[in-house]
Nanobody, 122 residues
Framework: QVQLVESGGGLVQAGGSLRLSCAAS????????MGWFRQAPGKEREFVAA????????YSTDSVKARFTISRDNAKKTMYLQMNSLKPEDTAVYYC???????????????WGQGTQVTVSS
């Protein structure tokens, strides 16, 4: 089992920045790929970014590629999402997830955190 806990969400004005963290515990070695997803009210959960164990393989969705940076610190078992130049359309609940393989769809991930709310005001 893997437990994931997100933190760092909040309310920010458009153009501002936030850094989300995802702390992992449990059998993390067998679920070495970690990813961020988000879900806005009335919308489906969508992929944001993913990173493999070494950090050599990173993929981000086009809408955030120039603004968000995913990273991880394996010694701390923590993944991060640095979000800059935030827009109102980035408002959503952000979830971290873990998987044994690299993927961009929610059903490829086995473990999920409880989510953290990000609200961007205009």
């Amino acid at each position: 089992q893997v437990q994931l806990v997100e933190s760092g969400g909040g309310l920010v004005q458009a153009g501002g920045s936030l850094r989300l963290s995802c702390a992992a515990s449990g059998r993390t070695s067998s679920n070495s790929v970690m990813g961020w997803f988000r879900q806005a009210p009335g919308k489906e959960r969508e992929f944001v970014a993913a990173i493999n164990w070494s950090g050599a393989n990173i993929y981000s969705t086009d809408s955030v590629k120039a603004r968000f940076t995913i990273s991880r610190d394996n010694a701390k078992k923590t993944m991060y999402l640095q979000m800059n130049s935030l827009k109102p359309e980035d408002t959503a609940v952000y979830y971290c997830a873990a998987s044994a393989r690299f993927g961009v769809t929610a059903n490829e991930y086995d473990y999920w955190g409880q989510g953290t709310q990000v609200t961007v005001s205009s």
